[in-house]
């Protein structure tokens, strides 16, 4: 059994990061592109975004290799304060109008807020998108103390952002690195998480409980304790969106192969602590779902299918993008598996292809969608008060959101180039310590291959990233150090 489990962890690992060296070579002349109107495309890279991308590996190197002086010299209060302030003045002074989904989810939660149920039961679009009244529900929860409006949901979102950067540095502590405080550094000033502080909806919430769930399983790897904590967090995931069951799967897959033939020893304890695991992860959803649909619901309200969004991930004229002149909330799995028998062989190759690549090198996890806002013709159609930034913003193709889609992008390439460094030569006990993150890339893949495609939808891999970055940076400067004394 040992084998096998040795066997399959060094088969994921080749695979991903074969699948990743191949990635970074074709974004290092193709840059994928996304469009306000909502459709994606790619361009050739220019100097400028090479210049970029050496930048910012030159950057990163140099803040690893100060780690020791950050953890000695800043303290957390100082980190928060810092962070704090740079999502509130965002969020302030960039007032994006609610659209699209984040609009009825805003709505939703300020409904809660208020206490208008009424108004949560006549809103046919929460009533249809049930996963989005359980995000605005979670909203509306904490806005029950706060003042009831669009800026305060975004504060929740500050507080959040801050979560993440925290847990990042906690759990690369975890796992035997030193230096929290610097990993806060890194994962804060990472420009999409930034801007995402202006999007009120899944991403963040989910995030923070799928993150505080590997936190608790990473401090004392396999006491009982922590693995119910951990199922509890991961179940409260998993109310509002499916993705935190990728985390599921990584972190069973991890505690099983971990404990191996002492699952059936002692009475099979561990064995009946991986039953009470799944157990809880599958009740908590189940039992928020009844307790939606009996209080929030109306009797005859409908549920959206999940297989539309697999079919509208395998449109060919977006390749996989939601297509809205397509839209149809009433696909079943027959109509998906007739469209994708209905390809030729090179069709498909086209269309997956395209998809793949667009997918994990578009790098801004088109942040700037939902931190800038669609494009307008003026302040008052696109932000809800005017402050001396909003004139820069107005359309995506001006000097300033072009410039920071530039830099997000040159951030989220040197952190790739950091993971493919910190997988190249892994052992068999590397393997075991960063299975949790390896397989949590591996199985984000294989869904998005056909599931409707956007690059957010790899937003939660980004802890993989920085904890197998801080691998890659590691032999980086020892290789550099090296050279430096020859």
Known sequence: MDRLIAWLDMVVSKFWIGFCCIIFCCALFVKAMYN???????????????????????????????????????????????????????????????????????????????????????????????????????????????????????????????????????????????????????????????????????????????LSAVYFYTKNKGNWKNVLLTAIFLGLGCCMRVLAFIFVIAILMDYIFTSGKELFVNRGRKLILVIAFAVIVMAIPKTCDIAVNKYFRAEDASNESIWTLFWMGINEEEFGMMHNEIFDGERTFEEFYTLLMSRNVKQNIKLFGRKILWTWSQGTYQAQRYGFGGDAGSVQEKFEYETPLTSFFLNNEQTAPRLVNSVMRAQYMALFFFMIMGILGMKEEDRKKYRIFIYLCFGTFLILVFYEMKSRYVLHCLIAMIVLGLRGAEYCNLKLSKFQRE
């Open 36 to 210: 306000m109107a909502d459709y994606p495309y790619f361009i050739l890279n220019t100097a400028v975004d090479i210049f970029l991308l050496l930048i910012l590996i030159g950057g990163y190197l140099f803040l690893f290799k100060n780690m020791e002086v950050i953890e000695r010299k800043i303290s957390y209060p100082v980190l928060f304060i810092i962070f704090g302030l740079i999502g509130i003045l965002f969020v302030v002074l960039l007032p994006i109008r609610p659209f699209s989904d984040m609009q009825f989810v805003t709505e939703g939660a300020l409904l809660f807020a208020k206490r208008d149920i009424a108004g949560i039961l006549s809103s046919g679009y929460l009533q249809y998108i049930t996963k989005n009244l359980k995000v605005a529900l979670f909203y509306g929860i904490f806005d029950m103390i706060l003042p009831k409006n669009v800026v305060a949901l975004r504060i929740i979102n500050v507080i959040l952002y801050l979560l993440i950067a925290y847990l990042s540095g906690r759990i690369a502590q975890n796992l035997g690195y030193k230096y929290p405080k610097g990993i806060f550094i890194l994962v804060a000033s990472f420009i999409p998480l930034i801007l995402y502080c202006n999007h009120v909806y899944f991403d963040f919430p989910t995030y923070v409980l799928c």
